[in-house]
Nanobody
Framework: QVTLVESGGGSVQAGGSLKLSCVVSGGIASTFSMAWFRQAPGKERERVASMKWGAYNIYYTDSVKGRFTISRDFAKKTLFLQMSDLKPEDTGKYYC???????????WGQGTQVTVSS
């Protein structure tokens, strides 16, 4: 069983930065996919960034490339999302998720809210 606890959300003005953290409990392997998703009101959930726990196969959705960085602290079992140059359209609830199989994300955190004002 894997549990995920996110933190680091908040309210910032456009152009600001936030760093999200996701502490992982339970067994994870280097082949597990780790991801950050976000969901804005009235919109579908989208995968923002992902990587293998072994720090390869890094993915970013086009709208955040060059602004967001996904990373992890292997020893502390923590996944990060560094967000810079935030835009109002980045507003939403951000979720950490884990996929052991690479097909579907089976484990989810409770989410942390990010609000960017113009």
């Amino acid at each position: 069983q894997v549990t995920l606890v996110e933190s680091g959300g908040g309210s910032v003005q456009a152009g600001g930065s936030l760093k999200l953290s996701c502490v992982v409990s339970g067994g994870i392997a280097s082949t597990f996919s780790m991801a950050w998703f976000r969901q804005a009101p009235g919109k579908e959930r989208e995968r923002v960034a992902s990587m293998k726990w072994g720090a390869y196969n890094i993915y970013y959705t086009d709208s955040v490339k060059g602004r967001f960085t996904i990373s992890r602290d292997f020893a502390k079992k923590t996944l990060f999302l560094q967000m810079s140059d935030l835009k109002p359209e980045d507003t939403g609830k951000y979720y950490c998720a884990v996929s052991p199989s690479g097909d579907s994300y089976a484990y989810w955190g409770q989410g942390t809210q990010v609000t960017v004002s113009s």
